[in-house]
């Protein structure tokens, strides 16, 4: 019996929340930064004044926060409601066929390099208690963890308040300076030097090449703002 212990024992790892939290982080103020700056590079290129630059950034934050946010809230809600489906198919499994998912058990376990006298334990354990069996099932033959229930709300919540923080970078220039013009290479350096920063601490949290991707968020953001601006520019000339 002692053999089973690491597999039936709770498995949860520490590490997940947090990831998945950085991922959020990630998502809010990557788009935070870009988005904004490219708008208020576009608006600029018109010729707009800084109030109608900032008026028009605020605007964009504001939608851009609840619709990521919301878009978080589904994607969670959706991973939620998937893995409810899979528990009630797998339990329903389990009590109309339970010689056919022992036998699943024992294909599971064989997989570890275990034989029939060293499973054959863990199988008569596992079917005289049925919560035990069902989450067995749910992290072994389908790969799932149970969802924080709470994970929805906190994913939106993330998303949106990363997303409003990314925004105020590219878009405080405006607010201190009247010449739209001026204001604008002030985004442009602070929103150039956020993104940098923040694709090195990106690349440091996701284990990629933290330089390489201080470079590549920061290239991203620029061509967003570059062609965002030229497009201005051009409507302007027609």
């Known amino acids: ?53 900032l008026t028009a950034g605020i605007a964009e934050v504001a939608a851009g926060a609840i619709s990521m946010g919301l878009g978080g809230y589904l994607a969670a809600k959706s991973e939620s409601d998937h893995y409810m489906r899979e528990l009630k198919r797998e339990e329903d499994e389990i009590n109309t066929v339970p010689d056919s998912e022992a036998a699943e ?68 220039p405006y607010v201190f300076e009247p010449n739209a013009s001026k204001a604008l290479i002030m985004s442009v350096v602070a929103t150039l030097t956020s993104l940098l920063f923040f694709g090195y601490v990106k690349g440091k949290l996701t284990g990629d090449r933290p330089f390489m991707s201080a470079i590549q968020t920061t290239l991203i953001g620029a061509i967003a703002s570059a062609v965002a601006f030229g497009l201005a520019k051009s409507v302007q000339f027609l």
Not at 19 to 42: K, M, N, Y
Not at 119 to 137: E, Q, S, T
Not at 147 to 164: E, G, H, L, N, V
């Open 105 to 172: 058990i024992e294909e599971i376990l064989s997989e570890f390099s275990l034989g029939p006298q060293e499973y054959g334990p863990i199988v008569v354990a596992l079917r005289k208690n049925p919560k035990a069996w069902l989450d067995f099932m749910m992290k072994f033959e389908l790969g799932l963890e149970k969802p924080d229930p709470r994970r929805a709300i906190q994913s939106a919540a993330t998303i949106a308040t990363a997303y409003i923080i990314g925004g105020i970078v590219p878009l405080s």
């Open 1 to 53: 019996m002692s053999s089973s212990a690491p597999l039936l024992e709770e498995h949860k790892e520490k590490h997940f929340t947090a990831g998945e939290v950085v991922r959020d982080i990630i998502i809010g103020v990557s788009d935070g930064l870009t988005v904004p700056f490219a708008l208020a590079a576009g608006l600029s290129g018109a010729s707009a004044s800084s109030s109608i630059v």
